[in-house]
């Protein structure tokens, strides 16, 4: 059956979910409590520890499966707006991220300013904290990151709602 991305991930969530929901079954059948003199008959859940493997393991087989088509996927389809594949994309927007957050802070930075120190300055000695770089250069990359940020996201967005894949059923 063809999926997108996106759909592929929200079929992985409700997976997942059907798993934990199962295993928290298991944990809270398999075993149960009696008072004294109690009929444990009468108090005991139904449970097939057989039949409840086996769905844990087509469950977990079909995880597999679609993590596996997605990661496939991943790695072989080329975003054609940007020139890399999914998975290249999914690397690089975190080092966007962090080049944009690394610029914001430069590009706000003063030439010239008053190093404070923190609360303890055990000296009068007034320091200065000077910026060793261009801040207009700061904010010219700054915005540069920005727009290529923005840029990969928004070809990712789209491959992810767009380009589909089989995942086996």
Do not use: C, W
């Not at 991930?9 to 079954?25: D, Y």
């Not at 109690?38 to 087989?61: A, I, Y």
């Not at 990661?71 to 080329?78: A, D, K, L, Q, R």
């Not at 300055?121 to 320091?127: G, H, K, L, P, W």
Request: glycine share 2%; aromatic share 6%; no cysteine.
């Amino acid at each position: 059956m063809k999926y997108t991305s996106a759909e592929a991930a929200k079929l992985l969530r409700s997976l997942n979910e059907e798993h934990s929901l199962l295993k928290e079954e298991i944990r809270k059948k398999s075993t149960f409590l009696a008072a004294m003199g109690e009929d444990p008959e009468t108090v005991r859940p139904e449970f097939n520890l057989v039949e409840s493997l086996h769905k844990l393991n087509q469950l977990e087989e079909r995880i597999r499966s679609v993590k596996h088509a997605l990661n496939v996927f991943n790695s072989t389809t080329v975003i054609p707006e940007i020139g890399m594949t999914i998975d290249q994309a999914l690397i690089y927007i975190p080092q966007l991220s962090y080049q944009k957050q690394l610029l914001s802070e430069m590009a706000s930075r003063l030439p010239k300013q008053r190093d404070t120190g923190g609360y303890l300055r055990a000296t009068s000695v007034v320091d200065y904290v000077y910026a060793n770089y261009d801040i207009e250069e700061a904010k010219k990359e700054l915005k540069d990151v920005s727009d290529k940020l923005a840029q990969v996201q928004l070809a990712l967005d789209l491959a992810n709602s767009t380009m589909s894949f089989d995942i086996p059923e």
